[in-house]
């Protein structure tokens, strides 16, 4: 009986080591290494030119080949990430970005709100993006309610469920 298991708990602990190394790789690998200090540094642009949506909309959108054709459409470039760029370009396919914070369904959230009207700086909930030199694998901040809370209770911000949950 305890022969057994002990071979259970090892066998156990052996398929979550795997599991936990398969989510990692799995997880943070976007399809090109963006580089947003680069962009922002170098050619100088601004959070707004990219994020198109971020002071109008509810979705900030992350851009794909429209704007980066803008920049990059040399499929020989010596750099082989913007090589890439370019050939997503040159091919007219999208980049398959893996969006990393996520708001379920049933919660509503919008940027124009926080950003335009109550002028939070992207830097409170994202954190240094224009010092980032690779892409995004996890939200700066654990996006729960108890965070969208913390913040609504200091600001004097409706807690009402109904706000929230539509
Ligand atoms: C109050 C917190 C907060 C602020 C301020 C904020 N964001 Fe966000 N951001 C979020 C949350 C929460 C999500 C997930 C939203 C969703 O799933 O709809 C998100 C998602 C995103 C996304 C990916 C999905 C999308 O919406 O298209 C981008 C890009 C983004 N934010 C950029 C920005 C930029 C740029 C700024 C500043 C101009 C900014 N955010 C300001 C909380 C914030
Ligand atoms: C306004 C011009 C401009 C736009 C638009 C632009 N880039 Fe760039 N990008 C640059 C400049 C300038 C560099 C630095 C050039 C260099 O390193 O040779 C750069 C460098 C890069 C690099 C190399 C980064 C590194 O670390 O070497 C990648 C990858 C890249 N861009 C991806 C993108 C993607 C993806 C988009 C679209 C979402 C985009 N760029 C949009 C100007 C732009
Ligand atoms: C040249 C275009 C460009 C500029 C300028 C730019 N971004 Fe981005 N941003 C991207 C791209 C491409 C991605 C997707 C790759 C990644 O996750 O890094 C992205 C991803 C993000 C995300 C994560 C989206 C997700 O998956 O949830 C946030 C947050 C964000 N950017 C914030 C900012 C902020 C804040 C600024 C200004 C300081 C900024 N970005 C400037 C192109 C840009
Ligand atoms: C850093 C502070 C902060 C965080 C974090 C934050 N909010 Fe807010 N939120 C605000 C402020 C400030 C306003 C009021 C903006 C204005 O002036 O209209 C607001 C307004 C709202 C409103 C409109 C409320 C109404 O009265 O109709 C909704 C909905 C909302 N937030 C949802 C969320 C959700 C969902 C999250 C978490 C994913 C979140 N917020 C996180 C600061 C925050
Ligand atoms: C400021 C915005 C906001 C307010 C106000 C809010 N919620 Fe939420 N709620 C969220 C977000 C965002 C999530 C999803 C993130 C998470 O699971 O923590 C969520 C998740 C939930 C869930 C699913 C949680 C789980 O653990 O699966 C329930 C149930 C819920 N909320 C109920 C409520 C009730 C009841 C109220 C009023 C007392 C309320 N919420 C007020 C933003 C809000």
Redesign the pocket.
Known sequence: MKRNSTLILLFAGFVLVIGIVLAAILNDEQP????H???IQ????ECV??HRNVETGERAS????E??????DDTE???E??R??AT?VDEGKR?PWKQVNVVPDYAFFSHRRHVFLGKIKCETCHGNVASM?TPFSEPYREITMDWCLDCHQDRQVSSDCYACHR
């Open positions: 090109i290494r963006y580089n200090e680069k962009h170098d050619a100088d642009l030119d990219c992350i851009p794909n080949i704007t980066c054709s803008e920049c990059h470039d010596e750099n990430e913007i890439k760029v997503y980049i030199v």
